[in-house]
């Protein structure tokens, strides 16, 4: 079986590490990333209905 991030790319990957083991937020890894936090926002979510949809 895969790890469950393998078929992420390199930034969903940072925004998943960022978000849920450095617990930072939204507009912190906005900044941190040099992205509009809304489009931090937008790949989280996707990320997570994606991975909902395979557990499905």
Known sequence: M???HSG???IERLILI???YEEL???EIAKLL???RTEI???H???LRQ???LCS
């Open 41 to 43: 926002e937008s790949v």
């Open 8 to 10: 992420f790319s390199r």
């Open 34 to 36: 040099s992205h509009p």
């Open 25 to 27: 937020t939204f507009e």
């Open 18 to 20: 960022l978000r849920h």
């Open 51 to 53: 991975q909902f949809r």
């Open 45 to 47: 979510t996707n990320i």
């Open 2 to 4: 895969k790890p469950a």
